[in-house]
């Protein structure tokens, strides 16, 4: 008989007596299944088993060894293929095989699983976008979907791929899409893939996704500096969400506005451009937060604000948003002050205000955070505090001299302006005497006219029933009018510049 013929027929004999249980002598227990064996057929065909049965092994001795680290399915696979010499290698059971191989030293199959792994993957990488649109995308073990992605130069195709992958592995793969999306170069990606895809994702909209997108569009813009000097501008937004923006002193442009639909809500600047935050829509107080880019004038969400509110104050200052006071109702004042840090994504909730404040102005001088003002459920307040960032706090320094009504306050030389309002006032406050000073007053009044300063002045602009812009010279002690005027004539809820 030839010796192939007769290995044959002794591996099938030795598969009929394990069938048959014929002379077994070990039970090998993968999981919940138990599988009779012979002790001479596995260590005779596997190394490991060999060190097991001949050595003073404890296992040598037992009835049932444990095979605890692989599963039922593979581990009779692995018998079948002791017995036989015969193996099925599928994408949907490689990388198992291939782990239980390791464990029992059968290198010989792990080049095939090796050798098969790299055929798939290739056919995959030189086939993928005939694949996005089947169902063979779902049945992609993530294994192979990462080596897959990695194969892709374009990043924009990665995402896309991403977006897919994980939409057709049903709820089961969302929590897996903020650790894969690592595997995406954003800062790669177009800009306006990012604003009009990857900001559109709804699994971005995490701290960890949010980090990456502000990563991605830091790079962007630092990418695509001009040769020349950025030119500022202002922008300027009425409390009906409407915004403005003037680049030559002379016409303004409407910007286009966001999702977010409320009114009564706080905006500053920031790095990329500015910040809007809260607002209610029917006194119902909204919790969003959105960031406009202004070079991809697009718009990106942040995380919403613990407390929903509307008539806050909102400043930006090393990297984090400051959200103080409002009203989360009309007649519910909010003392409470939250930050949120632009780098982590993350919200945290910082001590009160000594009693719920709406519209307070807020300004910072010298690494030192004021709020002054704004109305309590007493009335319109002269109250002074600073934040102590050391011990969370608030301290209070000495009151306005009078009161300024729906005014607003910018910070200039180390000191702090509070201009404006029903009042026309001017009043200047040193930070290091704890001292004011009552100034010439404004032409107009300015009841909901935001200020700031621009070119070496301050200027106020507009607000309810004008459409003035004013500016001060705090050299010369003197107001004076622009010849621009402002696109609306009533309650404005920021004015700043960005760059353009």
Known sequence: METKKFLQTMSKSFCNMRAATELVDVILVFGDAKIPCHKVVLAGTCDFFRAMFVTEMKESRSAEVQMSEISADIGLTLVNYLYSGNIEITKQNAQDLLAACNMLFLTDIKKDIAKFLSQAQEFLTKHWKELIDTEEMKELQEVDFVGLLKSLDSQEDRFRYLQKWVRLGGSGRDDRFNDLVEHVTLPKCSKEFICNVVMDEERMNHPKG??????????????????????????????????????????????????????????????????ISGGHTNYNPMPQCSSYVALVKQWRLLPNMHIPRFAHASVYYQDKLYIIGGMESRHGYVDSVERLDAKTMRREDLCDLPQGTSTPLVVIVKHRLFVLGGVTKVGHSKTVLEFNFKDDTWDERSAMPKECRRGAAVEFNSFIYVVGGREQSCMRYDPRLDEWVSLQRTIFPHMFGPAMVWNDVIIVCGGEGTDVIEQYCPHSGTWSTWQLKLPHSGHLRFLLKIKS
């Open 210 to 275: 949010m980090k990456l997108i502000q990563k991605a569009m830091q790079a962007l813009m630092l990418a695509d500096q001009p040769t020349k000097s950025s030119h500022e501008s202002l922008v300027v937004a009425n409390r009906d969400g409407n915004a403005w923006m003037c680049s030559d002193n002379k016409t303004w442009k409407s910007i286009e506005w966001h999702a977010h639909e409320s009114t009564y809500f706080s905006g500053c600047s920031s790095p990329e451009g500015f910040i």
